[in-house]
């Protein structure tokens, strides 16, 4: 049996989350020697300023490139958790930016709330890589495609000139979820 | 019954497939009214260089943005047009380079060859403009999503500083499908 890891990037236009599923499918599939496909979707959402990108992950072929079951969701607005938190699989991932999203409904995953675009202003000096701070957290919460991988391709599909900046941001939320599996394990 | 488009564009990583794709994409939905989809794959092939962008057009909800009966495949490399060309369904048609690709497989389908990079190299002076040169093509062939909606979204989508070189390539593209019409009505 092959393992399938489903992602969804969720939020506003803008945020760079269409370029954030693109590195993270490029690392695993071009870098890291796995399966991947990338899907956005428009529609009368996307008039509305909404954003979507969905990764779906594979040790083979996937036939069906459409995310149904959600290994983690990111929600960069309170109107993506609401309108995507019901797709997270039992034991999956919410990740939200805690700066932009007040609540997130109960439910049986794990949710993670983090200050994503502070991090990026913070850390990095610039908010517009909050997209790879987020990309960082996601790799460590996941360990599903090697960092290395995900910097190989930030390195190729970030505008040249901003390539440090946001290396530096994927570190930032690398370097966060690892700190959070740290708490977890010392509980 | 609702009306479905399905378009493949195919080729060479570089060639700009993915931003075409995502040209069409937003230009049907965000500025045309209708409903769309766009995605790529990554494996083995994209390893080799091989980039493939899809593209699903509606008037209703799309449940699933895989493109299995293509009504138009963009092949800008022989291979791509030797791995996809089975995919087009009957009656639909495939488009290729004409500089860059030697012959394409009989089949019931319309061959369209142009020099789509040639043209993006004398009318525009920018062999990288290419991508836009046959999203014109594609427009003018399939009358689907509205000319003016596909300037929307390029003017929103290339790089800042380039609208004018790939709105003037896009426009190229467009006349060379609207003077291919009138050839065949005068025949």
């Known amino acids: 049996m092959g393992f399938r890891c489903e992602i969804r990037l969720s939020g506003a236009g803008g945020q760079g989350l269409l370029l954030a599923g693109k590195i993270i499918a490029e690392a695993a599939a071009i870098y890291d020697g796995k399966l991947a496909t990338q899907a956005q979707s428009y529609g009368p959402e996307a008039r509305g300023g909404a954003s979507k990108s969905e990764v779906v992950i594979s040790d083979e072929d996937i036939d069906y490139p459409v995310a149904t079951h959600l290994d983690l969701l990111l929600a960069m607005t309170q109107e993506s958790v609401d309108a995507y938190v ?31 675009s502070q991090t990026a202003i913070d850390e990095v000096g610039k908010g517009v890589t909050a997209n790879l701070v987020a990309v960082g957290i996601i790799t460590g919460l996941l360990d599903v495609v090697k960092a290395a991988a995900i910097e190989s391709a930030i390195r190729a599909r970030v505008p040249r000139g901003t390539e440090d900046s946001n290396l530096k941001a994927f570190r930032s939320g690398l370097a966060m979820a690892k700190s959070l599996s740290t708490e977890s394990t010392g509980e």
Chains 1, 2 share one sequence.
């Open 86 to 116: 019901g797709d997270v699989r039992n034991g999956g991932i919410v990740l939200v930016d805690s700066g932009l999203v007040d609540s997130v409904p109960q439910g049986s995953y794990r949710v993670v709330s983090l200050p994503i």
